[in-house]
């Protein structure tokens, strides 16, 4: 479901003049927050791998009357974390917001046959590089003024499921170091996560494109999720609405733990019997 290019007229300005770094921005649940904290008065510095996306993103937001810089790279490299914190603090003069979006699913596959070069770049790209850009915004602005930290973690981190071991795992390890962060950097920053079910994405697509109907008749909620779902979990825990809550992981599933009643566990089935029989980008 596409967004609207231009900001809602009924958004509140409840992130009026704050600044936010959002890696992984440039598709998907990443490009969705972006917007949503945008639309929020929120000034945006992105990031993703793809230089083209990431000007994509960078249009986009400045169309919906945001104040957006982009700075393409890999969240892998450390040397780009401290660039996408200095270009933020550079822009604006602050970073209050960090979104760790960005995030890998390889190596798919039973653990038994993990590349360990593979199964150590997922922790890089999907727990290491969330801890260092946070030092970074800590350094740079954090530690003498506060601010908010949201990590997307998965609904999947709190089971096992085929072919997706070190996701899971690595995102198991993420949600863990949120609550260790939370610990840390309280009062001044709060730190939570959020856990997405099956959502519309490119990275997700090869599960829900062929099983979204079962998928959904298993949820509670009826339908699989879209990117602006999450992107509202966030804005909410970014602001002062939740100015209260800090080590907590917000579930954002349409039910998936709790599943209908009627439907015997069948969304569990259906996702499991898409990641047993294919791939992703297959």
């Given at each position: 479901?596409?967004?609207?290019?231009?900001?809602?007229?009924?958004?509140?300005?409840?992130?009026?003049?704050?600044?936010?770094?959002?890696?992984?921005?440039?598709?998907?649940?990443?490009?969705?927050?972006?917007?949503?904290?945008?639309?929020?008065?929120?000034?945006?510095?992105?990031?993703?791998?793809?230089?083209?996306?990431?000007?994509?993103?960078?249009?986009?937001?400045?169309?919906?009357?945001?104040?957006?810089?982009?700075?393409?790279?890999?969240?892998?490299?450390?040397?780009?974390?401290?660039?996408?914190?200095?270009?933020?603090?550079?822009?604006?003069?602050?970073?209050?917001?960090?979104?760790?979006?960005?995030?890998?699913?390889?190596?798919?596959?039973?653990?038994?046959?993990?590349?360990?070069?593979?199964?150590?770049?997922?922790?890089?790209?999907?727990?290491e590089a969330p801890l260092r850009l946070v030092q970074c915004a800590w350094r740079a602005w954090m530690s003498e003024h506060g601010g908010a930290v949201v990590n997307v973690c998965t609904e999947g981190a709190g089971h096992v499921g085929p072919n997706v071991g070190a996701y899971g795992t690595s995102k198991a390890a993420l949600l863990h170091l949120t609550a260790q962060l939370a610990g840390e950097m309280g009062p001044l920053v709060r730190v939570n996560s959020v856990s997405p079910g099956l959502v519309r994405t490119e990275m997700a697509r090869f599960v829900w494109e062929?099983?979204?109907?079962?998928?959904?008749?298993?949820?509670?909620?009826?339908?699989?999720?879209?990117?602006?779902?999450?992107?509202?979990?966030?804005?909410?825990?970014?602001?002062?609405?939740?100015?209260?809550?800090?080590?907590?992981?917000?579930?954002?599933?349409?039910?998936?733990?709790?599943?209908?009643?009627?439907?015997?566990?069948?969304?569990?089935?259906?996702?499991?019997?898409?990641?047993?029989?294919?791939?992703?980008?297959?």
């Amino acid at each position: 479901m596409a967004a609207s290019p231009m900001a809602p007229t009924d958004h509140p300005r409840v992130l009026d003049g704050r600044a936010a770094v959002v890696t992984g921005a440039s598709r998907g649940i990443g490009r969705a927050i972006a917007e949503e904290l945008a639309d929020c008065g929120a000034l945006l510095c992105v990031t993703a791998r793809d230089p083209h996306g990431v000007r994509e993103a960078v249009a986009a937001l400045r169309a919906r009357g945001a104040e957006a810089v982009g700075v393409p790279g890999s969240v892998a490299d450390p040397a780009h974390l401290w660039e996408v914190t200095e270009r933020a603090m550079a822009e604006f003069g602050r970073v209050d917001i960090v979104v760790n979006n960005a995030a890998t699913n390889q190596p798919y596959g039973p653990l038994m046959d993990a590349d360990p070069d593979a199964w150590r770049t997922a922790f890089t790209v999907n727990v290491e590089a969330p801890l260092r850009l946070v030092q970074c915004a800590w350094r740079a602005w954090m530690s003498e003024h506060g601010g908010a930290v949201v990590n997307v973690c998965t609904e999947g981190a709190g089971h096992v499921g085929p072919n997706v071991g070190a996701y899971g795992t690595s995102k198991a390890a993420l949600l863990h170091l949120t609550a260790q962060l939370a610990g840390e950097m309280g009062p001044l920053v709060r730190v939570n996560s959020v856990s997405p079910g099956l959502v519309r994405t490119e990275m997700a697509r090869f599960v829900w494109e062929r099983a979204e109907e079962s998928v959904a008749a298993g949820l509670p909620a009826g339908r699989i999720g879209e990117p602006e779902d999450v992107a509202r979990a966030v804005r909410w825990l970014v602001s002062d609405e939740a100015s209260w809550i800090t080590g907590a992981e917000l579930l954002v599933d349409g039910g998936t733990r709790v599943r209908a009643a009627s439907a015997g566990g069948a969304s569990n089935d259906a996702v499991h019997q898409q990641l047993r029989h294919h791939l992703p980008g297959s």
